[in-house]
């Protein structure tokens, strides 16, 4: 092993050391991000939560342990952990993964060398949890996950390849995750759906479906928890969660459509310009109340250095889990009304005066979560503007 000048870090309860090195990025002789800390002080919730909903002990597999930070984390911070197993196919990565374990006098946690995908097929059925955290997308690994996870596990998905997912690059979305994107201003929700989405697919072919318990779309990835349910009859039902979002670039209404194979309008039935879809991805809910309660809970149970924007992030999530699919943001509608934005409360107020459902969203300080329709927000607008 090449002698490197050695770096310690200390997140949460954990000490871990790897080689330093000047840039975060793929090329480092073992990755270490700490702009994903938040990332895994919330992996730490997430997996705590489902043990305790679980009662009983789990096992984990980190798939792309990388330092290892991760499965050393999980094993040394959540409680009713039994067996951890750190995977990586760099031999360096295996070297740092078992020098961290040592360090932080861990027991029951094994280092693995394989790909991914291998190892996922070598290991059918003896994970609880599944956490998968690539380089960029997760896409070439769902399908080895959906053959490995068992009934009633948690699957846990991180992607950094955005500028996929929310439609920049729309090809590369098309190839990766078989499904349409388009920019927008809400398009950080469309990529979390069109992920999920593509998840359910993956998963369906082994009459397995999923649950989304909580999701978010932070700094420069997407990141999912999902449990994993099996039968064929519920997997069928699942997927009536597949459908289409289409969206008026000219008047900025959009409608979802249900179904794989479902009919699409052409024209915005607003103001007649021509429709852009997005799909097939996940309509069904991305948000679970119970689940990040549990999480806001756990909390105060645990050493977590991202405390403070942790819980702002999940007291955020927690008020969309019951508002319905993509969010208006208000400074593009009063762009499009030239008109000035009036306080963003005042907004929220007015809608709700009006009997419609109006939350605000983490995807963006000035989203607004509603089921009303783009010409009830425009009046709105223009009344708080002629007051
Ligand atoms: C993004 S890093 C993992 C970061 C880590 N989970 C963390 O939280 O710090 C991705 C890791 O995957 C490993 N890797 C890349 N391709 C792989 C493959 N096909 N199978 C297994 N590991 C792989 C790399 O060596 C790298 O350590």
Redesign the pocket.
Known sequence: MEEYKIKRVEEGLTTIEFPEFDKVS?AAP????PH?EM??DLSILAIQVFQKQQNREINIC??????G??GVRYKNEIDGIGEVFI????ET?NHYERHNIELNNLDNVGVYQ??????LRMKRGEFDVI?I???GTPS??LDSAGYCARRDSLLCV?A?DTSALCGTYVEPCIRKYNSKPYKSEYCHETGIRILAGFVALTLSKYAKFIEVKMSHSTEHYMRLYLEVKKGSRKTDASLNNIGYISHCRNCLHRQIRPGLAASADEVCPVCGQKLIHAGPLWLGNIQDKTFIEGMIEEVDNKKINSEKEALKLLNKCLVECEAPPTFYDVHSICKLLKLSAPKFDLILEELDKKGFKAVKTHYNPLGIKSDAGIEDIKDILIDLNSE
């Open positions: 793929s073992v990755f270490y991000n994903m990332n895994r980190d798939l792309f342990g990388g330092s930070i991760r995977n990586d196919i760099s990565a394989h790909d991914a995908s291998m190892f956490d955290d690539p380089f070439p690994f991180t950094t």
